[in-house]
């Protein structure tokens, strides 16, 4: 029996360095974001789409500059996580502690110096409490951060003359341009030009998932219960998920959940209503959760109660008993040890999330449901690796029974025959160049993948020349996490820079230092052929 479990990165600091290694079969449930986990989009086109419909509206209904149109999307000053204080015009990047890493003042970087006197000798900044606020703006996701660029060559205009406006005026008019095309009170589609383009080309910004939905439909085989929490608008979610997984997507789910307003769907009890037909709004309250699959609002609370109550939760094969009944030792040892955790508390479920945004996702599974997280990164193919000591303990880990993986799904994954680890790459992605040797990891993975025709990203959206590292920063000489590095580590199980990855095997780790006493252990495939 062969576990779909493939590419994964185990989080861990000094302090945890102790714990058992993550696996996914101690979990009944499993719960999903929408975009940017289960639906990836092409980063580079979809970020000049969301630039471009923002510079549109500011020319037009702001009366901004016509030359704002003539401004080309750059991701090499885009980096998820930067901070912009509408006060000042700049934008920061912070380490752990808030102390601020590197700071620009629209497209130009700022001195050591003039950090120091904006906001103080110790570089801290102040009363930043990791989220948004009167005063600083966190480009958390990539939706958000495709506007990052904009707004820089705004505060340029200002700085140059061009508008009278001032850095909090020019905040808000993108928050307006914001909410034009991305807002709820209208069917998508009807203005804006991002809904209109993505319906007419999603192929152009969102790429196809079958080999996800095959271990989407593993995970459920095995008895898993699997649900989905998104913020986005119900008809936005089933636009990008039919084009994603197909038309019946919502067949590998046990409940889909949108306008879930995260994180207060993780930190409150709030009712879940069904959706209206003809408005696509909230209907009555769901009081019968047998009646539909698609809810919105709720809670992560009335969720668990919903799939431990109603539905108990096995993870085992459908061939395992039930739950209720009869059953004896020798069907006990069948079933496998996740059944008989479900058997000895349905209400002790363990449930992992999987999710991108750090703050509304990871930290709030884990602070207000004491549920585990596993992160999706993107920015972790841009990782440098440096050599590190090769952890070997996995090296062999093909079997289920030693692999971080599914103990009960057996499963020829994707593109992979009998006797041999055939891959199909699509023309744009070159083999993995995996080099194993006593020591050092030689090669930075990137991603392979059989089916959907995924590729690497743009690889300066993860690091670049003017932010640098996501994960971390060099402070003479010395490696400091950032902000988010520091999150990551401390608050998720786990972390992949792309569900993909979780659909295969064999793998080994290499240890991947951030700095400050928090470690990246990188799980990368062992593909045939590679040198041992």
Same mark, same amino acid.
């Given at each position: 029996?062969?576990?779909?479990?493939?590419?994964?990165?185990?989080?861990?600091?000094?302090?945890?360095?102790?714990?058992?290694?993550?696996?996914?079969?101690?979990?009944?449930?499993?719960?999903?974001?929408?975009?940017?986990?289960?639906?990836?989009?092409?980063?580079?086109?979809?970020?000049?789409?969301?630039?471009?419909?923002?510079?549109?509206?500011?020319?037009?209904?702001?009366?901004?500059?016509?030359?704002?149109?003539?401004?080309?999307?750059?991701?090499?000053?885009?980096?998820?996580?930067?901070?912009?204080?509408?006060?000042?015009?700049?934008?920061?990047?912070?380490?752990?502690?808030?102390?601020?890493?590197?700071?620009?003042?629209?497209?130009?970087?700022?001195?050591?110096?003039?950090?120091?006197?904006?906001?103080?000798?110790?570089?801290?900044?102040?009363?930043?409490?990791?989220?948004?606020?009167?005063?600083?703006?966190?480009?958390?996701?990539?939706?958000?951060?495709?506007?990052?660029?904009?707004?820089?060559?705004?505060?340029?205009?200002?700085?140059?003359?061009?508008?009278?406006?001032?850095?909090?005026?020019?905040?808000?008019?993108?928050?307006?341009?914001?909410?034009?095309?991305?807002?709820?009170?209208?069917?998508?589609?009807?203005?804006?030009?991002?809904?209109?383009?993505?319906?007419?080309?999603?192929?152009?910004?969102?790429?196809?998932?079958?080999?996800?939905?095959?271990?989407? =439909? @593993? !995970?459920?085989?095995? +008895?898993?219960?699997?649900?989905? $929490?998104?913020? &986005? *608008?119900?008809?936005?979610?089933? %636009?990008?998920?039919?084009?994603?997984?197909?038309?019946?997507?919502?067949?590998?789910?046990?409940?889909?959940?949108?306008?879930?307003?995260?994180?207060?769907?993780?930190?409150?009890?709030?009712?879940?209503?069904?959706?209206?037909?003809?408005?696509?709004?909230?209907?009555?309250?769901?009081?019968?959760?047998?009646?539909?699959?698609?809810?919105?609002?709720?809670?992560?609370?009335?969720?668990?109660?919903?799939?431990?109550?109603?539905?108990?939760?096995?993870?085992?094969?459908?061939?395992?008993?039930?739950?209720?009944?009869?059953?004896?030792? =020798? @069907? !006990?040892?069948?079933? +496998?040890?996740?059944?008989?955790? $479900?058997?000895? &508390? *349905?209400?002790?479920?363990?449930? %992992?999330?999987?999710?991108?945004?750090?703050?509304?996702?990871?930290?709030?599974?884990?602070?207000?449901?004491?549920?585990?997280?596993?992160?999706?990164?993107?920015?972790?193919?841009?990782?440098?690796?440096?050599?590190?000591?090769?952890?070997?303990?996995?090296?062999?880990?093909?079997?289920?029974?030693?692999?971080?993986?599914?103990?009960?799904?057996?499963?020829?994954?994707?593109?992979?025959?009998?006797?041999?680890?055939?891959?199909?790459?699509?023309?744009?992605?070159?083999?993995?160049?995996?080099?194993?040797?006593?020591?050092?990891?030689?090669?930075?993975?990137?991603?392979?993948?059989?089916?959907?025709?995924?590729?690497?990203?743009?690889?300066?959206?993860?690091?670049?020349?003017?932010?640098?590292?996501?994960?971390?920063?060099?402070?003479?000489?010395?490696?400091?996490?950032?902000?988010?590095?520091?999150?990551?580590?401390?608050?998720?199980?786990?972390?992949?820079?792309?569900?993909?990855?979780?659909?295969?095997?064999?793998?080994?780790?290499?240890?991947?230092?951030?700095?400050?006493?928090?470690?990246?252990?990188?799980?990368?495939?062992?593909?045939?052929?590679?040198?041992?």
């Amino acid at each position: 029996t062969q576990s779909t479990w493939g590419v994964v990165w185990t989080i861990a600091t000094a302090k945890m360095a102790e714990r058992a290694p993550f696996k996914l079969d101690q979990y009944e449930i499993i719960g999903f974001d929408m975009d940017h986990c289960l639906a990836r989009y092409r980063l580079q086109p979809f970020m000049e789409l969301i630039h471009n419909a923002m510079a549109k509206f500011l020319v037009e209904e702001k009366q901004y500059p016509k030359s704002l149109l003539e401004v080309s999307f750059n991701s090499s000053f885009i980096l998820k996580g930067l901070v912009f204080d509408k006060t000042l015009g700049n934008f920061l990047k912070l380490c752990v502690g808030n102390k601020i890493a590197r700071a620009f003042h629209g497209s130009s970087r700022l001195t050591d110096t003039q950090i120091e006197q904006m906001y103080s000798t110790d570089r801290i900044l102040p009363s930043f409490a990791g989220k948004h606020d009167s005063r600083y703006f966190i480009f958390t996701t990539y939706f958000e951060a495709a506007a990052g660029d904009l707004l820089a060559a705004i505060v340029d205009l200002k700085d140059q003359g061009l508008t009278a406006h001032s850095y909090t005026d020019i905040f808000s008019h993108l928050v307006a341009a914001f909410e034009h095309i991305f807002g709820q009170a209208h069917h998508i589609g009807t203005r804006g030009d991002y809904f209109t383009e993505l319906i007419s080309q999603p192929h152009k910004y969102l790429y196809e998932r079958q080999r996800v939905r095959k271990w989407l =439909e @593993q !995970l459920r085989h095995s +008895g898993r219960k699997l649900f989905m $929490a998104t913020n &986005s *608008h119900v008809q936005y979610t089933q %636009l990008v998920m039919n084009f994603a997984f197909g038309d019946d997507w919502e067949s590998l789910f046990d409940a889909i959940i949108a306008n879930s307003e995260k994180p207060h769907f993780f930190a409150e009890d709030r009712p879940l209503f069904h959706v209206q037909a003809d408005s696509f709004w909230e209907g009555e309250e769901a009081v019968d959760f047998s009646r539909h699959k698609i809810f919105l609002r709720g809670s992560a609370k009335k969720v668990l109660k919903f799939l431990t109550s109603n539905h108990p939760c096995s993870a085992a094969s459908s061939t395992a008993p039930h739950i209720a009944g009869e059953v004896t030792g =020798e @069907q !006990l040892e069948d079933a +496998g040890p996740s059944v008989v955790r $479900a058997l000895e &508390s *349905h209400s002790a479920a363990k449930v %992992l999330y999987c999710g991108d945004h750090l703050m509304s996702d990871i930290t709030a599974a884990i602070d207000h449901m004491h549920w585990d997280s596993l992160a999706v990164v993107e920015e972790i193919f841009g990782l440098e690796t440096p050599p590190a000591p090769l952890d070997t303990s996995n090296a062999s880990a093909v079997e289920p029974s030693s692999a971080n993986g599914l103990d009960e799904c057996s499963t020829v994954a994707a593109g992979r025959e009998e006797g041999g680890n055939k891959r199909k790459l699509d023309d744009e992605t070159p083999p993995v160049a995996y080099k194993r040797s006593s020591s050092r990891l030689l090669k930075k993975p990137r991603i392979t993948i059989d089916n959907g025709n995924e590729t690497n990203q743009d690889p300066s959206l993860a690091a670049n020349s003017h932010w640098g590292s996501y994960f971390s920063e060099n402070e003479d000489g010395n490696l400091v996490p950032t902000y988010w590095g520091s999150i990551l580590a401390t608050k998720s199980v786990a972390a992949t820079p792309c569900l993909s990855y979780l659909c295969d095997l064999p793998y080994e780790t290499v240890t991947h230092d951030m700095g400050g006493g928090l470690n990246l252990e990188l799980i990368v495939p062992r593909l045939s052929g590679a040198s041992s």
